[in-house]
């Protein structure tokens, strides 16, 4: 066989190869269609709001649009732009004093031990070699050739410079603490994917969740609208029995896509209260809108907004809200963020793969937990 023969041959052996494993994730792909399963409405309602799974491919990983430092930031670029108008206002932008540094993410929040890459958007024949790092305070966090890592919480501030060019981006840098058992961020607690709570944490409907809730109700009547409440606090043991009942009946895999794993459900932190109907149209009705646009006025937010469903875990959920108290929320809310990029954690199961937790993310059991 020729040099040529060869070369062909093995061409034609890899076309092949691709072909195959395509038409094997078509099939697996087509398994799995959101029609093959009964309807959301036909299962029990404690899963359906907690848990239909995030599937969506179609927004890149954080961690592939940060590989390549020198590309301008698409990330925003490339959500649907339902999600970035009906979700969340945009993210705020930074510009530098000349205009030739844009950094599009907004404020920096970061964990002690996290390291993230900032990436400017550069115009003006601007390389990023060219740019001079540095941070207001260097206790709190050290950047080196634009990556920064979070040192002690505290607020800072993050300067690229070129000559007389200057971008500044405010830092926050977060602690995660455990106690008892429960997981908290600057003192906010989380119950997501990768963080669960203990068996024994049942709180109940906690008051500030009920107070907060019949303000915002209140206000929205006054208004003409009827927002109320649907469902709360589910224990532990509720969630036991319907995820079993789910990995009975169906598998495990189609338990955690309709489904939280026990102690993983935010309806056990008593700050969580499910609106009106679980149903996606309900974020375009008058009563979803509002709530959408005032929740953060009452301490809560939107916890599962459309178009972030690869950083929260979940899909979109507009009857689903979570009280933060109003600062948080308020923050929240104008920063355009979710509750994991607030404070900078992960939303997945240990077992779950995941395609955007960034190379430089210390393992979590390693990097804190000091507590
Ligand atoms: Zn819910």
Sequence with gaps: MSANQKRNYIA????LCILLIFGVLLIVKGGT???EFPSVESLPPAETQTS???????EPSSAASQADTSAPVTETETETAEAAETTMPAVPAFVSTNGNMHYDKGHIYLRINHSKDIILRLTGGLAKSQIEWSV???SIADVSDGTIVGLTKGECTVTARYENDVLEIPVTVRELTVVDNCTYVDGILVANKTYGLPEDYDPGTLPITEEAFSMLCEDA???GLNIYESSSYRDYQFQVTVYNSMVSGYSKEYADAYSARPGHSEHQTGYTIDCNTIDTNFGST???IWLRDHCHEYGFIIRYPLGRENITGYAYEPWHIRYVGVEYATEIYEQGLTLEEYLDIDSHYPDEETEDTPAEDMPEEDAEDEE
């Design 286 to 288: 008058p009563e979803g």
């Design 52 to 58: 239909v799974p995030v599937l969506t491919e179609t």
């Design 33 to 35: 269609e959101p029609g």
């Design 136 to 138: 207001s305070d260097s």
């Design 12 to 15: 034609m052996i890899v076309a």
């Design 221 to 223: 009547a006054k208004e």
